[in-house]
């Protein structure tokens, strides 16, 4: 029998999964609304940089925040463990690339374990400054991180559930 975690963190994914689909639509929208603004002067005030950058930077937050909490359910519902302290967020990334002997698999691959402490150290960055300083160039690299993060998350996720399922 399955796990009753699983089917709740599964609906926890779907919810990054639409943030994520958010988070790609508005980039869209929003480099076609530069375009109009580059090409003409009736629509010179329809881009505003800054409403960019904060958008997708708080969607980028949010996705690595939802993933995160999944992280954070199985530390504290299958190892029975959650690191605490200044370093918590990082001691749960790295808790979760390796395998608890007689408890469950790595739930994150290395690779994967990567894309989240560079999404991590951003989202710190956001939640610590004013959108007035995230550079385009920086927000945009972030979401390029993202949109390689959430299928090799996903990969990991679908992986760690049936061998978990596989052991019951």
């Known amino acids: 029998m399955a796990h009753p975690l699983f089917a709740r963190l599964d609906r926890q994914f779907e919810l990054v999964r639409e943030e994520f689909a958010n988070v790609v639509e508005a980039d869209r929208r929003f480099r076609e609304l530069r375009r109009r603004a580059a090409r003409s002067k009736a629509d010179r005030d329809l881009y505003h940089e800054w409403s960019h950058n904060a958008s997708l930077a708080d969607g980028i937050s949010a996705i690595y925040t939802g993933i995160e909490s999944m992280l954070d359910a199985v530390g504290g ?37 990567e894309l989240m402490h ?8 956001v939640r610590h400054k004013y959108a007035l300083h995230l550079k385009r160039r920086n927000v945009a690299g972030n979401l390029a991180l993202v949109r390689k993060l959430v299928p090799a998350f996903e990969r990991d996720w679908r992986r760690f559930v049936a061998a978990m399922m596989a052991e019951s």
């Open 77 to 113: 519902e299958i190892d029975e463990y959650t690191p605490r302290g200044d370093a918590s967020h990082a001691d749960l990334v790295d808790g979760m690339a390796v395998e608890a002997k007689g408890i469950r698999p790595a739930v994150l691959s290395e690779a994967t374990r």
């Open 118 to 125: 560079e999404t991590r150290k951003f989202r710190h960055v």
